[in-house]
Antibody
Framework: QVQLVESGGGLVKPGGSLRLSCQAS????????MSWVRQAPGKGPEWISY???????NYADSVKGRFTISRDNARNSLYLQMNSLRVEDTGLYYC??????????WGQGTLVTVSS | VLTQSPGTLSLSPGERATFSCRAS???????FAWYQQKPGQAPRLLMH???TRATGVPDRFSASGSGTDFTLTISGLQPEDFAIYYC?????????FGQGTVVDMK
């Protein structure tokens, strides 16, 4: 069955960096697009980035220039490098398999807390 | 922008739940979806292509809509259906979510 397991979250000070990882299994990783979606405490989901199997990417305006999404198709892995973190980046970060513009499988999330 | 209404729906088990999602611009039905989220869990895909149930979703869930107005209906609420429901669209290479409708027990 499809499994997406995120890791790499934690507590970081404003201005700091973190790298999130997502290990995918149970499906053929390429050709699926993969996304990161985050959810601040008590708020709805917010899409932040996707990457295609051809490594094409897009970002939400809120993270453009600070976050970088990447993938390793040989390792069935997805990554999110987060730099210049802000308090408002706090939340649960989900790895999501994309299928025609919607997320058909979601991981359980990894928590990122940005606080001084 | 996707605007969901109502914000909260208080109903009893067995009742019918209907709630809506309105888009600020015309949405492709191919790229419109609904999700269910329970406390402590990730969102779960319910409907895609505006009206197609995802794998394993019971047939008491149905959805319709086109253009800017979309509706999700649960006919006969079960205890496990009390949750938050989000709509989502994909357009211009960006995903957008609505703010959610909470379905809670009266």
């Amino acid at each position: 069955q499809v499994q997406l397991v995120e890791s790499g979250g934690g507590l970081v000070k404003p201005g700091g960096s973190l790298r999130l990882s997502c290990q995918a299994s149970g499906f053929t990783f390429p050709p699926f697009y993969m996304s990161w979606v985050r959810q601040a405490p008590g708020k709805g989901p917010e899409w932040i980035s996707y990457i295609g199997a051809d490594y094409g990417t897009n970002y939400a305006d809120s993270v453009k220039g600070r976050f970088t999404i990447s993938r390793d198709n040989a390792r069935n892995s997805l990554y999110l490098q987060m730099n210049s973190l802000r308090v408002e980046d706090t939340g649960l970060y989900y790895c999501v398999r994309e299928n025609y513009g919607h997320g058909d499988f979601w991981g359980q999330g990894t928590l990122v807390t940005v606080s001084s | 922008v996707l605007t969901q209404s109502p914000g909260t729906l208080s109903l009893s088990p067995g009742e019918r739940a209907t709630f809506s999602c309105r888009a600020s611009q015309t949405v492709s039905t191919t790229h419109f979806a609904w999700y269910q989220q329970k406390p402590g869990q990730a969102p779960r895909l319910l409907m895609h292509g505006a009206s197609t149930r995802a794998t394993g979703v019971p047939d008491r869930f149905s959805a319709s809509g086109s253009g800017t107005d979309f509706t999700l209906t649960i006919s006969g609420l079960q205890p496990e259906d009390f949750a938050i429901y989000y709509c989502q669209q994909y357009a211009d290479s960006v995903w957008t979510f609505g703010q959610g409708t909470v379905v809670d027990m009266k």
